[in-house]
């Protein structure tokens, strides 16, 4: 049995997947925490990461590995090879000003064109005009741009500051794929070059950026890390953005959209052309596989749910039994979930607002419902801002740790009108870079079976997205 591992370092934790890279069967897997927060030393994702593989039992029996991993995020280094700073994440939205200026200066249509893209907090351009404009010693000393995946995956290659690795501050090995390129607003997907003018207006000057290598490559191999059961000289894969990597471990095609609950939600399709929004709604996205992946990303998913089950002092299942107590249109509640501002539509700044609360609707069953219902039609208008693009969109495969939720689901296929298909739960984006290992490995991408656990009844209640619209 020839093994590989995935690695999911997410937002909140990093995971660790390893698979028989014959079957895709589940063999072994491990995890670890990240610290909460909007900025992060990376140096904590490493350390993670070799908890997680740890945690998996070692990689020493592993013959290729691949790391996926939260989009965006900001690592800038010095000549040597440090970290300047704390990364800027994704959720991170104190760039939404900058997105603001570099829209002003470029043009949103132009940079639609240029990049797939319209600047919003969440991408790395912005996240470099902020540091330019507010910590402009540390913007000077930026000599390479990395993110999360890219940084970690060098690191496991023995690469990094002279006095910590084996292998010292090579930035010219720095690598990336063209899924977590395209999330950085300077990247072409159509050229598939970055676009340097656009990096520099970001930053204020030029810098070393990864080599975007072709999908399924090899990115190299590990260097030897015996105390954590890594041997040197095991095959690494490109790596790939979170989405990307789960688009993979979904074996999602043409027809499929994947609407995904978890800290942030997203909504994507594989497509053979990209997509290029000016209004900015829709990211126009690559995949890992050679085709795109148009996104429509919300920050409010499974935490509104969270919110919410702690208001009414239940947990996630009492929520859920709850919910399923009440009526579609949850009697006229409507909850705009905007507890974290929000990405789509660019609301920044917003807060969660609850409509039609009357002496009829104020009960904890209808609240509960609202929850539910104003999460999913977030995702659900992201569906209708996809098929705007042009996509076909025949099934949904809904994934996050809420989908395994029975109100979730039932809920879903009444918020939705095209069938809507539960799978298997499974760290996703893990298994997918899992796959990706085994295709670096083998020089084939294997085509490993997807499995069910619920595909709800498709039973669209128009109410419920009508309600919200209303208050939109």
């Known amino acids: 049995m020839t093994l590989v591992a995935g690695v999911d370092s997410s937002t909140q934790s990093c995971k660790v997947v390893i698979r028989d890279a014959g079957t895709g069967e589940v063999?072994?897997?491990?995890?670890?925490?990240?610290?909460?927060?909007?900025?992060?030393d990376p140096a904590a994702w490493w350390d993670a990461l070799l908890a997680a593989i740890d945690d998996a039992g070692g990689l020493a029996d592993v013959a290729a590995v691949s790391i996926a991993g939260q989009q965006h995020g900001m690592v800038v280094l010095d000549v040597e090879g440090r970290v300047i700073r704390p990364a800027l994440l994704w959720n991170d939205t104190r760039s939404a000003r900058a997105a603001t200026d570099l829209i002003a200066e470029v043009g949103a249509e132009d940079y639609a064109q240029r990049t797939g893209l319209v600047p919003v907090a969440s991408f790395t351009a912005t996240k470099l005009r902020w540091l330019r404009d507010n910590e402009p010693a540390n913007a000077?000393?930026?000599?390479?741009?990395?993110?999360?995946?890219?940084?970690l995956t060098w690191r496991l290659r023995g690469f990094g500051p002279a006095d910590e690795t084996v292998g010292g501050p090579r930035l010219e090995e720095l690598i990336t794929d063209r899924s977590?390129?395209?999330?950085?607003?300077?990247?072409?997907?159509?050229?598939?070059?970055?676009?340097?003018?656009?990096?520099e207006l970001a930053l204020g000057h030029a810098a070393m950026l990864p080599r975007v290598m072709k999908p399924g490559a090899r990115g190299g191999e590990t260097a030897a890390l015996p105390a954590h059961g890594i041997r040197g000289g095991r095959v690494i894969g490109v790596g790939a953005g979170d989405n990307a990597g789960a688009?993979?471990?979904?074996?999602?095609?043409?027809g499929d959209v994947v609407v995904s609950i978890g800290t942030s939600g997203t909504v994507f399709a594989v497509t053979e052309t990209v997509s290029t929004d000016s209004s900015g709604t829709v990211a126009g996205f690559a995949d890992a596989s050679g085709a795109f992946l148009p996104l429509v990303a919300t920050l409010n998913a499974a935490r509104v749910l969270d919110s919410v089950a702690g208001l009414l002092g239940v947990d996630h299942a009492e929520l859920g039994m709850l919910a399923l107590q009440a009526e579609p249109g949850a009697g006229g509640l409507v909850l705009q979930p905007y507890f974290e501002g929000e990405r789509t539509p660019n609301l920044p700044d917003a807060t969660a607002t609850l409509f039609g609360l009357s002496l009829t609707s104020a009960t904890r069953s209808d609240l509960a419902r609202s929850a539910i219902e104003g999460m999913l039609c977030g995702l659900a208008d992201g569906l209708d801002a996809i098929r705007a693009q042009g996509v076909d969109a025949r099934r949904i495969l809904l994934i996050g740790g809420a989908a395994q939720n029975k109100a979730v689901s039932t809920i879903a296929g009444q918020v939705f009108d095209i069938p809507v298909e539960v799978p298997t739960p499974?760290?996703?984006?893990?298994?997918?870079?899992?796959?990706q290992a085994a295709w670096a490995l083998s020089g084939t991408r294997p085509d490993w079976p997807l499995e069910f656990s619920a595909r709800p009844a498709h039973d669209t209640r128009a109410i419920i997205r009508e309600q919200y619209a209303a208050r939109r």
């Open 180 to 199: 977590d390129a395209s999330g950085t607003g300077y990247w072409n997907p159509n050229t598939g070059r970055y676009d340097r003018e656009l990096l």
């Open 140 to 151: 000077a000393r930026v000599e390479a741009v990395v993110l999360p995946h890219d940084w």
């Open 247 to 254: 688009a993979l471990g979904l074996g999602a095609g043409p």
């Open 426 to 435: 499974g760290e996703y984006v893990a298994l997918g870079a899992a796959l």
């Open 27 to 40: 063999v072994r897997s491990g995890r670890a925490t990240h610290p909460a927060g909007t900025e992060v």
